[in-house]
């Protein structure tokens, strides 16, 4: 068998339903040999953005996403996804081509050493010298995307190596479970947290996956310790629920930080050190037990008292067999500070004014969304507000990076949810700044055929940016660029455009276009002047007085 037919037979052989990307010279035999596969190719527009919907296919589905690209340029445009990947914990493979390695007539043209470029954003990186390689590579390179922690990894596939032949066979993945704590282990937190007087479950990156998300919820509403996530960690607990405290969207300062303050015990669930800290440790401060597939990483402000290492759904469900609910047990205050959260976040929520105030935004299109619809945002001032203020359901229907948090991602990450999930409902969420390093992969979405809507949120500047300059006090300087007509942009496209010019008219606009179907593009203004003054001053005046 020619080896680029075996390389395809290994991708089947794992699973693979899409390959994303952009092929070039040097991947010919690969796409002939996927012409003929089950396995459908999704030729997007950049290769950063095919990484991104890889990286994304890989968070829904716990399956590695896979991505394409020829060498050189193409190879330097996933590095970006690369991270975003690696930082994410997304399991993805990327696949790169490359010129002949064994005899060429080409000289060092595109020629740049991507397996030693990929070393350090990577878990496994790979050039394949011979045919015979082709299963073993492929396997390993699931592998390590898949394992805890998942990632990047890298198979670098040479043109004549592509066109060999060979007669090995296809591996296919082993069975495998992971590793569970040690019951001393659990016992020795379970006597913590029954002993505890206010115990607080924290709720990271690492345990959004969905058996976890089971135990969680069957562990809280047994014993009714209230809960606190990062803002990777939304939606493993249903925000509903009157256990539900908030989420860390803020560093600190806000009133979901009191709560954590006022714990004596901590249970940290899936902590991911990529994640700014959701809390600091300190000396004479409340015991943490860190519940994690892996040890804890310490530094200065993070060394728990007591670790419980292994299968996370697995140590939870062990917690809830051994575990009872206290009488000493005191969770008036947290449950004080809830209300006081959600006082606050109705604030501005009513607000009539136009452009829109980003809390209107964030209740507007949560009552537009089913409960299980996605919400896949980029990177930029609106992520607050929404890991804030938006009230998610279910695991991963936020979809947001908190972890390299590049801007670009939104678009393509929404469109790979549509691919994974297609009869939920998605929404992108992209501000201007964000949507344009990205945005001509909406000739890909309608190309596709997708039925998607694209919230562009508009403040002609980049908002994230100016909210920290006003904060060190600097002079309102360099972070102001220009737009193009949007609505006459995704026309263009074979798009849908709408622009929004009074407040009331967004959530009947998002509804609207969520029934039509296709691919919509809603302009939406937004005023981002009061950031400054109540993420900054207000709610840490008034968090310091709940």
């Not at 203020?389 to 393509?412: C, E, I």
Request: some cysteine.
């Amino acid at each position: 068998m020619k080896a680029s037919d075996l390389f395809v037979r290994a991708l089947e052989a794992e699973g693979v339903e899409f390959v994303f990307g952009i092929p070039g010279e040097e991947n010919l035999d690969l796409l002939e040999s996927l012409r003929g596969s089950k396995i459908k190719l999704i030729i997007g527009r950049h290769e950063q953005a095919a990484g991104f919907m890889a990286a994304t296919y890989g968070r829904l589905t716990g399956n590695a996403g896979v991505c394409l690209s020829t060498l050189g340029p193409g190879a330097t445009n996933l590095v970006t996804a690369a991270a975003y990947a690696q930082l994410g914990a997304m399991p993805m493979v990327m696949v790169t081509g490359q010129k002949p390695i064994k005899s060429s007539k080409q000289g060092q043209f595109q020629i740049i050493d991507i397996v030693d470029m990929m070393q350090p954003l990577t878990k496994f990186t790979k050039v394949i010298v011979s045919g015979d390689n082709v299963p073993a590579h492929v396997r390993e390179a699931f592998r390590h995307a898949e394992e805890e922690r998942p990632g990047a990894t890298h198979l670098e596939l040479p043109e004549d190596i592509a066109q060999e032949h060979s007669t090995m066979p296809v591996l296919e993945p082993s069975y495998t479970r992971r590793p569970i704590a040690e019951e001393k282990a659990v016992r020795q937190a379970a006597q913590a947290i029954s002993a505890a007087r206010k115990p607080l479950l924290l709720i990271g990156a690492g345990a959004n996956r969905k058996l976890t998300a089971k135990m969680l919820r069957e562990l809280v509403e047994k014993l009714g310790i209230p809960v606190v996530t990062t803002q990777m960690g939304k939606g493993v607990i249903d925000e509903a629920s009157s256990h539900f405290i908030g989420n860390t969207a803020l560093s600190d300062g806000d009133f979901v930080h009191r709560a954590i303050d006022q714990a004596d015990l901590i249970i940290n669930v899936g902590h991911d050190v990529v994640e700014k800290p959701p809390f600091f440790m300190r000396p004479g401060g409340p015991a943490v037990v860190h519940i994690n597939f892996s040890s804890a990483e310490v530094d200065p402000v993070y060394f728990p008292q007591i670790e419980v290492v292994g299968d996370i759904a697995n140590s939870l469900w062990q917690l809830k067999e051994r575990l009872e609910p206290q009488s000493h047990w005191s969770f008036a205050d947290a449950h004080r500070i809830r209300n006081a959260l959600q006082k606050h976040i109705q604030e501005g929520a009513q607000d009539d004014s136009f452009p829109v105030k980003p809390q209107r935004l964030v209740k507007e299109v949560r009552e537009a969304v089913p409960a299980d619809g996605i919400i896949a945002l980029d990177n930029g001032m609106y992520k607050i507000w929404f890991a804030r203020n938006y009230q998610a359901h279910a695991p991963n229907t936020v979809l947001l990076d908190n972890a390299l948090a590049t801007m670009g991602a939104g678009l393509p990450s929404a469109m790979a949810a549509k691919l994974v999930y297609p009869e939920r409902s998605v929404l992108a969420i992209c501000g201007d700044g964000g949507f344009m390093m990205n945005s001509q992969e909406l000739e890909t979405a309608v190309r596709l055929k997708l039925d998607l809507v694209i919230l562009l949120l508009r403040d002609d500047g980049y908002g994230m940016i100016k909210w920290k300059q006003a904060q060190m006090d600097f002079h309102d300087f360099g972070l102001d660029f220009g737009n193009p007509d949007f609505v006459a942009y995704a026309q263009a496209y074979g798009a849908s455009g709408h622009r929004i010019e009074a407040t009331e008219e967004l959530q009947p606009t998002i509804e609207r276009c969520r029934q039509e179907g296709g691919v919509h593009l809603i302009d939406v203004p937004v005023d981002y002047q009061d950031n400054d003054r109540i993420l900054n001053r207000e709610i840490r005046e008034l968090s310091r007085k709940v």
